[in-house]
């Protein structure tokens, strides 16, 4: 069986968000299609392990936000590939609170959903909600991010609680020259050729020769989270 064929399914990425005790958190995922038209309903997958999950669970409601075209890779790591048990990422991105209270990110998002939970699928690592909108808006012109272009075109990587997440492959190693480095986190490849000019790091820059304290631009992982690769 050939996996790539797996990746011809379309989808976009879209910020889940959700609320617990007045406290906010979201993720990203890739997984939201429409269900029926009257009622207007959608349905999401979301990880057991993700604190999404938990506050969806207690509060019944979540929030998406259609993300751009455009949306830096960094802000895609924060709700990525960042926990909300260890970072406040609503304190690092614009939002606005919606009618029922649940957080809605404004930052990079062309359109925007507000749902209640109506019903829910248990399909083992993951739950399907199924929520019933109560509001909804566009933000902004411009196209909507596809999981093709983040994947394709932009070269990121589904984390590991992901429906789409592949396991990497061993790869033979290569020479220091042609080596590149993979985070094991968020799969940013560090390439020595391109360097990482945003961050001060030339191309043509070795990983052995980045500064210590470097760390990957996207999700923020030291050295010791990077794996040589092909």
Not at 211 to 218: H, I, L, R, S, Y
């Amino acid at each position: 069986m050939d996996r790539s064929a797996l990746g011809k399914i379309t989808s976009g990425l879209y910020i889940a968000s959700s609320m617990k005790d007045g406290k906010f958190n979201g993720q990203i995922i890739n997984s939201l299609f429409r269900v029926t038209a009257k009622p207007l309903t959608v349905a999401i997958s979301i990880n057991k392990e993700n604190l999404t999950y938990e506050y969806i669970q207690a509060s019944k409601l979540f929030s998406l936000s259609l993300l751009a075209i455009n949306t830096p890779m960094a802000f895609i790591g924060l709700f990525g590939f960042k926990s909300g048990r260890d970072v406040d990422k609503f304190a690092q991105a614009g939002y606005k609170t919606g009618s029922t209270g649940v957080p809605i990110v404004t930052d990079h998002s062309v359109a925007w959903l507000e749902a209640k939970v109506v019903q829910q699928l248990d399909c083992g690592t993951h739950v399907i909600f199924v929520g019933e909108l109560v509001d909804f808006d566009n933000l902004a012109g411009g196209l909507t991010l596809t999981y093709d272009y983040y994947s394709n075109v932009m070269k990121g990587k589904s984390s590991k609680n992901a429906p789409t997440y592949i396991p990497k492959e061993e790869a033979p190693p290569k020479t220091v020259e042609e080596a590149k480095y993979i985070c094991d986190v968020c799969g940013y490849t560090y390439d020595p050729s391109i360097g990482d000019p945003e961050h001060g790091i030339k191309p043509g820059t070795t990983f052995e020769d980045l500064p210590p304290d470097w760390t990957c631009p996207v999700c923020g992982a030291d050295k010791s989270h990077f794996e040589k690769t092909g």
